[in-house]
């Protein structure tokens, strides 16, 4: 019973903070695995006080006994007892940058560039070296070596060097026999290898698993060796006398390091390897935002570091990624080549807002109080009585999201203040907190309850949205687009004017007054527009909607502006057909010989989704394929989920099969820019054999499938049909494929929450 306790009372702060965290889990564990259901509860109306500073051993040793007791479990968020990362880390880290590039000259001016930029100003201050640093064995002694390229001189320069400019030094390892990259691992050597650490002046380290020998633990689960490692390594760092915090890498399905890690480590990951596009970005984030009951000082989740600057997503898509890691507490360590961030990269790390966010002494991870639709609504209590409120549209297209004052925790009060983290806008509300939040973006707000007096002082919150009736129209036709206005705070605003403009090749015609006088507090002003879509243009596109609002409060005259995507398409034409084989409704579009698809799904004939049909969309033709013919097309797509995700030709006995019926060849690009050839050989539900052509195809790609009888060759050209480079010559099903087969072009974006969309030319089948 007195397990949660114990070494706590000679800091009586840190036993607050601990005690704080036992009472709201205990609220939360009441109903396992709920953590939903219990984060929603306690937004809606739980209160938890900040800390007290004043010291009570005697109350705090009572209480400890009677939570402990209530609890009757030792809870994942008692910290790793080496008294660090009271906050989330903050830093950087070659991985994603250099991968294993990594030397002495690179680590050496990433820590000059983190002082000369700001970074160090703003807070980040660990210079992680990650894997391919050391020599491929150990010296006799048994000790780690450097690899004498890399680093010629040794880690402890390198490390000495970071120090003197007021940084610290990172470090990696891997718990089993070698690291991800096949070099030697701490797996037997963990005292040694951490007295190695400390010796040069390590502060920090991260920790993988890839290598561990599970065999040489009977009767023990992954999950159980994975304790035992670590924690080895983990009172081996102790030992030493040196503060270094001890991040844990075990980001695989069924590690659940969040359940076991809080005793061992400081941070753990709680996802997949992060890549540089939004839907990975999106699936970590998922997979670490219920988690806020499992974390607090000393003990962060982790949803692996930050590609922000890497290329692979919009600004929007970065700005979002920063303000949910901040709001779920998370590590802030940079993964990009600091040298060449642009101005606005930079930016993004250095808000000094979202910093503040993160970094609360709190150590509260942000709640969930809503997510329908894929619109998602995250308050984080801050200290002082502050709430950071997340408004997260996942969606692809622009929408309002809306919560109130009391939804999000804050106490009952006249007005409050909204400080946007991004614009730098404040404003007054009555209680709505809400935005019209582009796709893939967030608004965040800093929330305080203020009284009347200092909400005069402030301009209303006022927020222009537009909501079309339907999201995607055909060419030519016509939908209903309302645009309003609404006066959330407690001053009326005067000489409102409403304006709506289209892109070239839409009509549009106006259906009420676009101006009133004055608008209430409390009030909303709509207009309603008859938007036609127009008659030609490529296969798919997006038009541009866009509002704009002005009007005059107290405090001078202002103005808006709101923008939404309105996805046009041109129907897909006889003789071609459409599959739809996903959870989300895909669109299709043909035009002028060319096609377009926009859908998800995670697949098709992937190793690893047995059913043949796996999750894709396509446009076909039923029974076009011959035994002897070839089909071609050039493919161009969105940046899909690495390699599960992708566009490119498929022939099927039946496009719409059932699982378990016979399967027949796909040729495409993946989202890891690679061509694939994947075939089911027996007809069952398997992919039996599957070829990857190595290095990486960027722009579009032409694809040429020849099939003779259930003989496919699979050719590729990235030149337009110039020169043409093998895939390989497979054999399908015996028998499977012995008459015509349905032949097409397909899309899945490789991530079942997150859409792409894939352009396809000159498809023909001869």
């Known amino acids: 019973m007195l397990a949660p306790c114990a070494g706590l009372l000679d800091d009586p702060d840190h036993v607050l903070a601990h005690l704080e965290l036992l009472l709201q889990r205990q609220s939360i564990h009441a109903a396992p695995d709920q953590r939903a259901r219990s984060g929603a509860a306690d937004a809606a109306g739980v209160r938890h006080p900040p800390l007290r500073t004043r010291r009570r051993p005697v109350w705090l040793v009572a209480l400890c006994l009677w939570v402990t007791a209530l609890a009757g479990f030792a809870p994942a968020a008692a910290a790793e007892q080496n008294g660090l990362s009271a906050r989330p880390p903050m830093g950087w880290n070659d991985w994603y940058a250099a991968y294993c590039g990594v030397n002495a000259q690179l680590i050496e001016q990433t820590a000059q560039t983190i002082v000369s930029n700001g970074m160090k100003a703003a807070g980040y201050q660990y210079v992680n070296i990650d894997d391919c640093w050391m020599a491929p064995s150990r010296d006799s002694a048994g000790n780690l070596v450097a690899d004498p390229t890399r680093f010629p001189d040794g880690i402890k320069p390198v490390a000495d060097y970071v120090h003197n400019l007021g940084l610290k030094l990172g470090i990696y390892e891997d718990a089993g026999t070698t690291t991800c990259a096949h070099l030697p691992g701490s797996y037997g050597h963990e005292a040694q290898d951490a007295a190695t650490f400390a010796s040069w002046g390590v502060d920090y380290l991260k920790y993988d698993r890839c290598s561990i020998p599970f065999g040489d633990f009977p009767g023990q689960s992954e999950q159980q060796v994975q304790q035992t490692l670590n924690t080895r390594m983990s009172n081996a760092l102790k030992a030493t006398g040196r503060p270094i915090v001890f991040s844990i890498c075990n ?83 940079a993964s990009t080549n600091l040298a060449a961030l642009s101005p606005q990269a930079l930016a993004i790390y250095e808000n000094a807002g979202v910093i503040a966010v993160d970094q609360d002494p709190l150590g509260k991870q942000g709640v969930p109080i809503s997510s329908q639709g894929g619109r998602w609504v995250l308050s984080k209590e801050l200290s002082g009585g502050d709430r950071a409120v997340v408004l997260f549209n996942s969606t692809d297209t622009a929408a309002t999201i809306a919560t109130r004052a009391i939804a999000v925790g804050l106490r009952a009060a006249r007005a409050y203040r909204l400080e946007d983290l991004w614009s730098n806008s404040v404003s007054e509300s009555r209680g709505p907190i809400s935005a019209f939040v582009p796709a893939h973006s967030v608004v965040m707000y800093r929330v305080a309850a203020i009284d009347r007096r200092r909400a005069r002082a402030l301009a209303p919150h006022i927020v222009l949205s537009l909501a079309a009736a339907v999201p995607q129209l055909f060419s030519g036709r016509s939908t209903i687009v309302r645009e309003t206005l609404s006066d959330d705070g407690l001053a009326p605003v005067k000489r409102v004017k409403l304006t709506f403009r289209v892109g070239l090749g839409w009509r549009i015609k106006r259906l009420g007054r676009a101006r009133v006088k004055r608008l209430a507090a409390g009030q909303r002003y709509t207009v309603a527009f008859r938007v036609t879509a127009p008659v030609s243009g490529p296969p798919s596109e997006l038009g541009g909607l866009s509002g704009g609002a002005s009007w005059d409060p107290l405090d001078g005259w202002r103005a808006t502006a709101a923008f939404l995507g309105e996805r046009v398409l041109a129907p897909v034409p006889p003789p071609y057909q459409t599959a739809d084989i ?12 060319a096609f377009a698809i926009s859908a998800r799904g995670t697949g098709v004939l992937q190793p690893w989704n047995a059913p043949p049909t796996g999750s894709y969309a396509a446009i076909y033709e039923r029974q076009r394929a011959g035994a002897s013919s070839t089909a071609q097309v050039t493919v161009s797509y969105d940046a899909a989920g690495g390699s599960a995700g992708g566009a490119g030709l498929i022939e099927r006995d039946a496009m719409t099969a059932p699982a378990g019926s016979p399967a027949g060849v796909v040729l495409f690009v993946n989202g890891a820019g690679t061509v694939v050839m994947s075939w089911n050989a027996t007809g069952g539900r398997d992919v039996d054999s599957r070829f990857a052509v190595p290095g990486v195809v960027a722009g579009p790609v032409t694809l040429r499938l020849v099939r003779s009888g259930s003989s496919y060759t699979g050719y590729y050209s990235t030149n337009g049909g110039v020169t043409w480079a093998p895939v390989d010559t497979v054999t399908v099903a015996a028998g499977a494929s012995a008459g015509n087969q349905d032949v097409g072009v397909f899309h899945a974006s490789g991530l079942p929450t997150w859409t792409t969309t894939a352009t396809f030319r000159d498809f023909s089948v001869r």
Not at 582 to 593: I, K, N, V
């Open 251 to 333: 980001p695989d399905p069924g590690d659940d390091p969040w359940r076991w890690g809080a005793p061992i480590a400081n941070l753990w990951r709680t996802t997949p390897d992060i890549e540089d596009n939004f839907g990975s970005m999106l699936v970590n984030f998922e997979g670490t935002v219920n988690l806020f009951s499992d974390a607090g000082p000393g003990a962060w989740n982790d949803p692996d570091m930050l590609q922000i600057g890497n290329g692979g997503s919009t600004r929007p898509e970065y700005r979002t990624e920063f303000s949910l890691w901040a709001e779920m507490a998370a590590p802030l360590i």
């Open 582 to 593: 996903t959870r989300q409704p895909a669109a299709f579009a043909a035009r002028d010989g």
